[in-house]
């Protein structure tokens, strides 16, 4: 695996999540593997579950991380090729990613979309610089328009939470949000949903429907309550508009899922990456419930990582 930026197929998710099921039970199990290896997280925005999962993954492998927060620590960079550079930016991706290239064996970056230049978002731009310009394997540590590493805790937290011998019927439904925020967590799960061979419903207000490059496969249900009948695992969030991109829309009806929308339902699942804004997107009477999956999706973002970690090892 030369970078970890996406879904590439069944037969290799099925080794990361196996893997990862693994470290979760034995963390030291490969303790020395990565001793003499070093790698770089750089953030272009703020975290707290990335950031101290991958540490924890990689010291769990003997592997040396060391944080850049770029976006304050650091120069501010031209992204462009070609630029001239006259004004504010002072360091060019291109000089800048082959520094760390150089002083790391792994280099992981966090790159949020502009959500007003849909092109250069599409494209995953920042992420594919630095991995045109590093030279070395890179992970992402959320981009643009995908988050692997919590995608793959969440189908992890799946496989643990599902025991029956049939497909999980999964739903991600959309949350109410008073910000623009990007698709990437909401595109990813559905990559990684059908990849995994899931039965996977959305189910949004209208004019939310996501890239259809991530959701082919996915059934489209405007009904919240009657997506939720059926679920065994609903997975909250709330993504802007993709067309007009990255706007918020005005939303008829209340989105905010309670225990009451359940109905009968009652041994479905709720997942949600985190942070969440509680009352807002997702209720304190779910996220404080049994149905919550939400501190075991957290747990297992360490697992995911090492496994990706010593994947590349
Ligand atoms: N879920 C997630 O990526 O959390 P952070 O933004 O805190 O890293």
């Not at 910000?179 to 004019?207: M, Q, R, Y």
Request: aromatic share 8%; net charge neutral; glycine share 4%.
């Amino acid at each position: 695996m030369k970078n970890f930026t996406k879904f590439e197929n069944i037969d290799l998710a099925n080794k990361l999540i196996d893997k990862a099921l693994a470290f979760k039970k034995d963390p030291l199990v490969n303790a020395v593997k990565g001793n003499g290896k070093r790698i770089g997280l750089i953030f272009l925005n703020p975290s707290l579950r990335t950031r101290m999962s991958t540490q924890l993954a990689a010291s769990n492998l003997g592997v040396e991380s060391f944080v850049l927060n770029m976006d304050k620590e650091s120069w501010a960079l031209e992204m462009q090729d070609g630029a001239v550079m006259n004004q504010n930016k002072v360091e060019h991706i291109k000089d800048a990613a082959a520094v760390l290239g150089g002083y790391f064996d792994i280099l992981a970056i966090r790159a949020f979309p502009t959500l007003t230049n849909k092109d250069e978002d599409t494209n995953d731009f920042v992420i594919n610089q630095f991995i045109k310009y590093s030279g070395v394997p890179v992970v992402s540590l959320e981009s643009a328009i995908r988050h692997p590493l919590q995608s793959l805790a969440d189908m992890v937290t799946i496989k643990e939470n599902f025991k029956e011998k049939r497909k999980p019927k999964v739903l991600l439904t959309w949350a109410p949000h008073i910000k623009a925020i990007p698709h990437a967590v909401a595109n990813s799960f559905s990559e990684w949903s059908i990849g995994c061979g899931h039965d996977l419903t959305i189910t949004h207000p209208h004019g939310y429907e996501l890239d259809s490059k991530f959701t082919k496969g996915a059934k489209i249900e405007y009904d919240q309550t009657k997506a939720l009948a059926e679920a065994d695992f609903v997975y909250v969030k709330n993504w802007s508009a993709f067309s007009p991109y990255g706007k918020i829309l005005s939303v008829p009806g209340d989105w905010l899922l309670n225990d009451a929308k359940f109905g009968d339902n009652k041994h479905a699942k709720v997942m949600h990456c985190l942070p969440v804004r509680r009352n807002l997107e997702l209720s304190d009477e779910i996220l404080d419930s049994e149905r919550s999956l939400v501190q075991n999706q957290a747990k297992n973002r360490i697992f995911a990582a090492q496994s990706v970690i010593d994947s590349m090892l």
